[in-house]
């Protein structure tokens, strides 16, 4: 309660214009820095340190079922780095759940300067030093983020039990870290699952200022410890990346009456991810801004993108093509959820994702399906063993 405070008073209090009294931030959250507010106020500390005890006593009740006194006794608490997790023995932890930082993002250990003084912690060199960023204050390159990250999931592998999860949040607008994770993953023998997105309450104030570089919200990358790890194949496509980004985008807008800058961004590092296209799509897409803002219309009051007015979609992609893109990648999440949909379950998938360009008759989707998947049972789907994939280069 005390150390939320501190939060709210201090002279990097900005007041918010719209929001009540108490309804601002430290500049910590509002500009990742540390700023003296330019009409510094002084909130009653004991009306909020009331209304702090009332969440923290509200929050403690519902968490009551699942900590408690029994649950306390046995839990460990360790303040230490994830790229060294030497105090937990191997194949010994049945779920890890991590939130690592995104890259450059938010330089944490500098900002934390406020709360280690009033909390009395100690912060060392040794921890700038194993501290998984890019920037800050001690100036760390990509590449010292990419070794941190790359031992921490190393560790992370280490320390679960075979058959067990790991989920990783994520967010970052630049597919090179995504193709760091997933690979780094893979190379330690975790196989990909899924991957679902997660999307924060409330836009942040820097998303509001800036649109169209700041993402909201995260993907729950999720890992399983195998013995006999699948490796994500890379499909044949039979497109290039420029027409994989364009059909993907297309395809996502099509699907939802028109997509956000975050809800195409999950869609392509998912699809990226997917059909292992990652490594392409960091070398040329690391921004996604002038394709979007090139070819699409951007409302500003629903932030979506959608086709410019009076056009079809952009694509000059043959439909079939465009077919069996979708359909690759409807199989391939079906085959790793172990179900093999219907025909018809087949035509309701894809036909939404082609409804801006010419609709193809069902059987020209039959066609394509034949050419890249098997029966299996009486109408049920899976795509060939071998022809259209290959194993990642
Ligand atoms: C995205 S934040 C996680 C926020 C957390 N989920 C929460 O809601 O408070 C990433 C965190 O990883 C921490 N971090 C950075 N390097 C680390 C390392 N080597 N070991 C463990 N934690 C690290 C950062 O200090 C930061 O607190």
């Not at 959250?29 to 209304?51: G, H, M, N, T």
């Not at 959608?306 to 000059?316: A, L, P, V």
């Not at 077919?323 to 219907?342: A, D, G, T």
């Amino acid at each position: 309660m005390f150390s939320g405070l501190v939060t709210k008073i201090n002279l990097t209090y900005h007041q918010s214009s719209i929001r009540s009294e108490g309804g601002g931030n430290a500049s910590v959250f509002q500009y990742y820095r540390y700023r003296i507010a330019p009409r510094p106020v002084e909130l009653d500390v004991i009306k909020y340190f009331e209304s702090r005890y009332k969440k923290i006593k509200a929050a403690k009740q519902e968490m009551e079922y699942f900590i408690n006194e029994q649950t306390i006794s046995t839990a460990l608490i360790l303040k230490g780095t994830a790229t060294n997790l030497r105090i937990i023995p191997r194949e010994s932890v049945d779920y890890i759940y991590t939130d690592p930082p995104y890259g450059a993002k938010i330089p944490y250990l500098d900002l934390s300067v406020m709360w280690n003084a009033w909390l009395d912690l100690e912060v060392s060199e040794e921890d700038y030093q194993q501290e998984a960023i890019e920037g800050g204050e001690h100036d760390k390159s990509k590449d010292e983020y990419n070794k941190l990250i790359a031992q921490s999931i190393k560790e992370m592998y280490r320390v679960l039990k075979f058959d067990r999860w790991l989920s990783f949040v994520f967010a970052h607008k630049d597919p090179e870290f995504w193709h760091l994770i997933i690979d780094t993953a893979e190379s330690c023998g975790f196989e990909y699952v899924g991957a679902v997105p997660q999307k924060n309450g409330q836009p942040s104030f820097k998303k509001h200022q800036n649109p169209f570089t700041v993402l909201s919200g995260q993907l729950i990358i999720n890992f399983r410890k195998v013995r006999n790890p699948r490796a994500i194949m890379k499909a044949n496509l039979g497109m290039d990346i420029s027409e994989i980004v364009m059909q993907t985008i297309e395809g996502i807008i099509a699907k939802n009456d028109g997509a956000t800058l975050e809800q195409i961004n999950d869609e392509l590092i998912i699809k990226g991810l997917e059909l292992g296209f990652l490594d392409l799509l960091k070398k040329e897409y690391s921004d996604l801004t002038p394709i979007l803002l090139g070819s699409f219309d951007y409302d500003d009051k629903a932030e979506k993108f959608s086709i410019r007015k009076n056009t079809k979609f952009k694509t000059s992609i043959d439909v079939r093509l465009r077919i069996k893109y979708y359909l690759i990648s409807y199989l391939r999440r079906m085959e790793r959820e172990n179900k093999y949909p219907h025909f018809d379950n087949i035509i309701l998938e894809i036909l939404p994702l082609l409804k801006n360009g010419i609709t193809p008759e069902n059987q020209t989707v039959l066609n394509v399906l034949e050419s890249i998947a098997e029966r299996v049972g009486q109408d049920s789907w899976r795509l060939k063993r071998n022809g259209q994939q290959k194993l990642f280069d």
